[in-house]
C-alpha cells in the first residue's frame, strides 16, 4: 500500500513536496507498482498542443497490478462484493483468485474472437459483475473498453459505437433494476441497425433470461464463449501510454466526446486517490454507489479499489427498492466502512423521511464520500448527522471524466471540513482560479474561474479521433493551463468551494448533459422550429432541464405535445435527459448577431424575473415579457 497521508500537518508537507518536485513524487508513488519495464522519464509534457506523457517508455498491464499481484498476499479475500437488485438474494463474491481467473476466461474469448490490441470494445451492460469482468479482460489483452451507461438510447449507443470504430459489443440479456427487468439487447440491437458496420461481434451475457433474439454469426453468448476458456491469459505488455480506454462525456458543444485515458498514469494515480481519499484500511469494505458507465466507477468501483487490493462492492439495483432504506441495509448487511454516492441521492432519501435510515445499525461506517455535483449543506448536515452520526468524516470530492480521478477533496479525517466546500488539492494537484483576462486571482476569499496549471498523471490526453477538439475545449481559454468549465470559490482558508459549469454544461442528478445535445434531440420534432435548453434549480436533482420551444403552427393539445417532445428526447438520448419544463414560445431573446441570450433564459426559469439587466439591445426584447408571463414557475 501507499504510504497514506495521516495528519493535515502531514498532508501540508506531502503537498509541498508534491508540487515542488512533482517527478519525484509521482515516480516514488510509481514505483510501488509492478511494470515491466521502469519507465526513462517521469513526464513530458506541454499544454499548447496538448501533448502530456507520464512515466515514459515505461511497460506494463494494469490488471497484472489489479490482480496478478495481489495473488500471493491476498489470493482469497473477496475483491468484488456483489449486491443483487433483489435484497433477499445471496450476494456474489469474487475473490481476487476467482476474478484473476474469470478475467481470464473472458480475456482468452475476446481473443478467441479475433480482439486484440487497440480494438475498441464497446459495453453496454447493467451493474453485475461481468462489467467489472469484460473491462478487465479488454485491459488484459490490450482491448480499449468504452463503456457506454446502459439508460443511454439505441441512438445514443450507435453515435458512440460509431465514433470509436468499436469492434465488439458486450452486453446482457436484460436489466433488473427495482421492479423493473429492462431489455438491454433489444437497444443493441436496434443501435445496431443503424449502420455499425465496424460491428463484428455482440457477446451477450445471460442476466435475467428472457425472450432474445440472437443473430446468427454476429451474436454470440458468454457462457458459450467464456466458460469454457483457459483461466490463465498472459497480460500483453501495454505503453504506459497506450490507450486504457475511451468515456464518453457531453460538453458545451456538439456531439458528446470521447475522453481518452492511458494505461500508466491513470493506473497510479487512481490508486493513490483512492488509497488516500478513502483512507482504506485493510479489510475494510468499501461501497461506491455509481454506475460503471461513469467515471465515478471506473476510477473507483473496479481501477482504484483492486488496485489498492480492497474489497469493492458492486451493487446492482436502485436506492428505493425494495424502499427507501436500501442503502442502510445494505451498510448494515455487508458492514460497509467507506460509502460513496451523489447529492441527488443523499436528498432523493432525505425526502424520503429518517426512519429509513434511524432502523439500521451504520456503526461499521467510517468514512462518506460525495462526488458529482456540488452538494448543499441541508444534504451535508442529514449525511453527517443521520448517516454518519457526526463520526464520519465528509468527503467532498471535486473532479471530472477528463480529470480521472480525485483532485479536490478531503482526506478521510485528516482534512478540516466544511459543509458544501471540497476542500484543500490533492497532492499533485495545481489548481488556480482565473478571471475573465486570463489574468490568475491570488490569495484567498476570491472567486474565478477553475483552472490546473500543471500536469497530473490521470488527466485525459486527447477526445478520441479529434484532438484539436480536446485543446479547444480545455487547452485554449487559458494560456498553459488547463481548463476546468466550472466556477469556484477560494475561501478564506484557501478552501475550495464549487459552484458550479460557467459553460452550456448542465449537471441532472449529477450526470453532465450538454444544452445543445438536449436541443438538438427536441429539434427532431417535426414541428419544432427552434429550442433553447437551460437548467435551473431543482431540489432533489440538482438542477432541471428547462426547454424553450418555438412551434410551426398551433398546437391543439399542449400536454399532448409535450410528451411527444419528451418522447423524442429519450429516443435521441434517454430518460436522463428528459426536459422537466417544457414552455412554448413564439420567440427567444437574440443578440443582434442572432445569438440567443440564455441569461436571461437562466433566471427566468429559475423563477427570478426581478431584474433581466438591459433587454434593450435585444433584436427582440418584446418577447421577452411574453416569455415572462408564461413562465412554468
Ligand atoms: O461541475 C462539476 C461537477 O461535475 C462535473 C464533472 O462531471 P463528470 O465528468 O460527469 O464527472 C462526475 C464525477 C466525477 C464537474 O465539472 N462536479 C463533480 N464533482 C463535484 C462537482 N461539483 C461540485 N462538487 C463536487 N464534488
Redesign the pocket.
Known amino acids: 500500500m501507499t504510504q497514506q497521508i495521516k495528519s493535515f500537518d502531514d498532508y501540508k508537507a506531502v503537498y509541498q513536496k508534491s508540487v515542488e518536485d512533482p517527478e519525484g513524487f509521482w515516480a516514488e508513488q510509481a514505483s510501488t507498482f509492478t511494470w515491466r519495464k521502469q519507465w526513462d522519464k517521469v513526464l513530458d509534457w506541454n499544454f499548447t498542443e496538448p501533448n502530456v506523457n507520464w512515466f515514459v517508455g515505461g511497460k506494463l498491464n494494469i490488471t497484472e497490478n489489479c490482480l496478478d499481484r495481489h495473488l500471493e498476499t491476498r489470493g482469497d479475500q473477496v475483491a468484488i462484493l456483489f449486491e443483487p437488485n433483489d435484497a433477499d438474494a445471496e450476494n456474489i463474491t469474487y475473490t481476487y483468485k476467482e476474478l484473476h481467473a474469470e478475467v481470464c476466461k473472458a480475456a482468452n474469448a475476446l481473443k478467441a474472437n479475433g480482439i486484440g490490441k487497440g480494438d475498441r470494445v464497446c459495453f453496454y451492460m447493467p451493474m453485475v459483475p461481468e462489467l467489472a469482468i469484460g473491462v478487465l479482460a479488454c485491459a488484459r489483452i490490450g482491448a480499449i473498453h468504452s463503456v457506454v451507461f446502459a439508460g443511454f438510447s439505441a441512438q445514443a449507443l450507435a453515435d458512440r459505437i460509431k465514433d470509436a470504430t468499436c469492434k465488439a459489443v458486450i452486453c446482457s440479456d436484460y436489466n433488473s433494476r427495482g421492479t423493473k427487468n429492462i431489455p438491454v439487447k433489444k437497444v443493441v440491437d436496434d443501435a445496431l441497425s443503424m449502420d455499425c458496420d465496424s460491428i463484428e461481434m455482440v457477446l451477450v451475457h445471460k442476466n435475467t433470461g428472457g425472450e432474445l433474439n440472437m443473430v446468427s454469426g454476429r451474436d454470440k453468448w458468454w457462457h458459450d464463449e467464456v466458460d469454457g476458456q483457459s483461466t490463465a491469459c498472459e497480460a500483453e505488455e501495454m505503453d504506459s501510454e497506450d490507450m486504457l480506454f475511451i468515456l464518453y462525456?457531453s460538453g458545451s458543444t456538439g456531439k458528446p466526446k470521447g475522453v481518452v485515458h492511458t494505461c500508466g498514469g491513470y493506473m497510479v494515480y487512481t490508486k493513490y486517490s483512492f488509497e488516500n481519499v478513502f483512507q482504506y484500511q485493510e479489510g475494510d469494505i468499501y461501497w461506491c454507489t455509481a454506475d460503471i458507465g461513469?467515471?465515478?466507477g471506473h476510477s473507483y468501483i473496479v481501477y482504484g479499489p483492486l488496485l489498492a487490493g480492497a474489497t469493492t462492492v458492486m451493487f446492482e439495483g436502485v436506492p428505493t427498492y425494495p424502499d427507501a432504506g436500501r442503502f442502510w441495509q445494505t451498510c448494515e448487511k455487508l458492514k460497509v466502512n467507506q460509502f460513496y454516492t451523489a447529492p441527488t441521492a443523499i436528498r432523493a432519501l432525505m425526502a424520503q423521511g429518517d426512519q429509513h435510515v434511524t432502523k439500521y445499525d451504520l456503526s461499521s461506517l467510517k468514512v462518506l464520500g460525495?462526488?458529482?455535483?456540488?452538494?448543499n449543506e441541508e444534504a451535508w448536515e442529514w449525511y453527517h448527522e443521520l448517516v454518519g452520526k457526526k463520526n464520519c468524516p465528509i468527503v467532498?470530492?471535486?473532479?471530472?471524466?477528463?480529470t480521472g480521478g480525485i483532485m479536490i477533496?478531503g482526506l478521510g479525517e485528516h482534512s478540516p471540513m466544511k459543509p458544501a466546500h471540497?476542500g484543500y488539492p490533492l497532492p499533485g494537484i495545481q489548481p488556480c482560479l482565473m478571471d475573465a483576462d486570463g489574468k490568475e486571482l491570488e490569495g484567498n476569499d476570491i472567486e474565478g474561474l477553475l483552472c490546473v496549471k500543471y500536469p497530473w498523471p490521470s488527466m485525459l490526453r486527447t477526445t478520441y479521433g479529434d484532438h484539436e477538439r480536446c485543446r479547444q475545449t480545455y487547452f485554449s481559454a487559458f494560456e498553459n493551463l488547463y481548463f476546468?468549465?466550472?466556477g469556484a470559490r477560494r475561501d478564506k482558508d484557501g478552501m475550495y468551494r464549487?459552484i458550479?459549469?460557467v459553460d452550456d454544461?448542465i449537471?441532472v442528478s449529477?450526470?453532465?448533459m450538454g444544452t445543445a445535445e438536449v436541443e438538438n434531440a427536441i429539434n427532431e420534432h417535426e414541428l419544432v422550429v427552434e429550442s433553447a435548453v437551460v437548467g435551473y434549480p431543482h431540489d432533489i436533482k440538482g438542477q432541471g432541464i428547462y426547454a424553450y420551444v418555438i412551434v410551426s403552427g398551433d398546437i391543439e393539445d399542449e400536454d399532448a405535445f409535450r410528451k411527444e417532445l419528451i418522447q423524442v428526447v429519450v429516443k435521441e438520448i434517454g430518460p436522463i435527459a428528459k426536459p422537466d419544463k417544457i414552455q412554448i414560445v413564439s420567440g427567444l431573446p437574440k443578440t443582434r448577431s442572432g445569438k440567443i441570450m440564455r441569461r436571461i433564459l437562466r433566471k427566468v426559469a429559475s423563477g427570478d424575473t426581478s431584474n433581466l439587466g438591459d433587454t434593450s439591445t435585444l433584436l427582440n426584447p418584446e418577447v421577452v415579457d411574453e416569455i415572462k408571463d408564461t413562465a412554468l414557475v
Do not use: F, K, L, Y
Open positions: 462525456t461513469w467515471i465515478t460525495s462526488v458529482g455535483e456540488p452538494i467532498d470530492t471535486w473532479w471530472q471524466t477528463e477533496g471540497a476546468t468549465g466550472d464549487i458550479g459549469r454544461v449537471n449529477g450526470h453532465r
